[in-house]
């Protein structure tokens, strides 16, 4: 990687960070003590901070960098865009080029009749405008108190208000007043965690059943809708059991609701094929849409409609009074058609269904051999590890939830590679592009830092299980 730009000193940059920028999720405290690490370059699948360290990103960003970093095609495309074209809005009967070029490209990856697509800059904006999308869906179909949207549990969709209550994440909804009225939230499918006794199959099915309780519960003339994730991701890659989708799926074709799929992580290749809902045979009526699309190049995103609610929108909806600044920006909208040209050119989908995932899916799975861990599961490219003091038990640890995981994450930090933590679970969801020699790479580290982090572990004296 050469050097490229010239910058302050990382102690420098440090006390400016500290002094001006607020974080989002970081508790700022903390992190004005520390320092920030500062992340200065990419290549690849490789990040250098700015004291040169360099790090295996396993996390492609934000599970957003596909593509990799570093490729010259996308800078090219958004700069001849900026000179051509660098705005231009698709409000008051306007469209433009690039808006125009990505929606019918959209249209042909799709699965299914989804078909039309609402641009917005991220996929919290685009699950805010679901949220109005359905409802003034339901209104011009004249079944106005159809406004209820029954979500999960720990799922993430989002940190906008109507995003945010969307999500399942109890630290979320205690800050700030979410959610908002008429979001309801059912229990996930995390077996690992919360199937007890049950076979996954089982559990699988009991938990997707809750849909349909759910219903009967609120009156199925009340429901507008039903969003998940096709795998958890924030929540920390909770991978259903094979019997939950088939079960959801059944139960939204009984009834008269809506099924958005958020597959702001899932869509564009992450799970092995271009779509989740393809590899869980999901038929969405909307698909929410972001990170992947543009490789995090640039922030876009956006809810993709089925022609039939499309088409009822068009001949009952009128006008929809809603729409952002950004949406459909030509800029990013041009970025985002390149990135899918380049990986529908290099096959980058193929390559993570038909070699890499599998060779990630062997390498990761052998992590399971390792004391720490009680379940190593991955589908495609997004994985977790749980970690644990007890592994025949799927033993919690007493310390609380996140003490033990935050170790391993510091530990793969000063080892050169990026993993998350999600309380006690390790999580990956690596650029598409990263090669089997460069999965070794990330298997023969995360292995050492588990190693590094049972030793710390043990001196600490956390080994020791604790109560579900
Ligand atoms: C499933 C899902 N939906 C929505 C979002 C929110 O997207 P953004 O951060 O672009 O607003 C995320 C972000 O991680 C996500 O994982």
Known sequence: MEHRT??????DMQADDAAHHLHPFTDTLEINERGARIITEARGVYLRDSEGNSMLDAMAGLWCVNIGYGRKELAEVAYRQMLELPYYNAFFMTSHPPAIALAKKLAELMPGDLNRVFYASGGSEANDTNIRLVRHYWASMGKPEKTVIIARKNAYHGSSVGSGSLGGMAGMHAQGGLPIPDITHIDQPYWYAEGGDMSPGEFGLARARELEKEIERIGEGKVAAFIAEPVQGAGGVIIPPSTYWPEIQRICDEHEILLIADEVICAFGRTGNWFGSETFNIRPDIMTIAKGLSSGYQPIGGSVVSERIAKDLDTHGGEFAHGYTYSGHPVAAAVALENLRIMEEEKIVDNVRDITGPYLSERWAALADHPLVGEARNIGFMGALELTPDKSAR??????????????????????LVMRHVGDKMIISPPLVMTTEEIDELADKAWKCLDLTLAEAKSQGLMVAGER
Do not use: K, Y
Not at 6 to 11: G, I
């Open 395 to 416: 033993a919690p640890f007493a310390a609380g939830a996140g003490t033990v995981g935050l170790i391993c994450r510091e530990f793969c930090f000063s080892n050169g």
């Open 6 to 11: 010239n910058h302050l000193s990382t102690a």
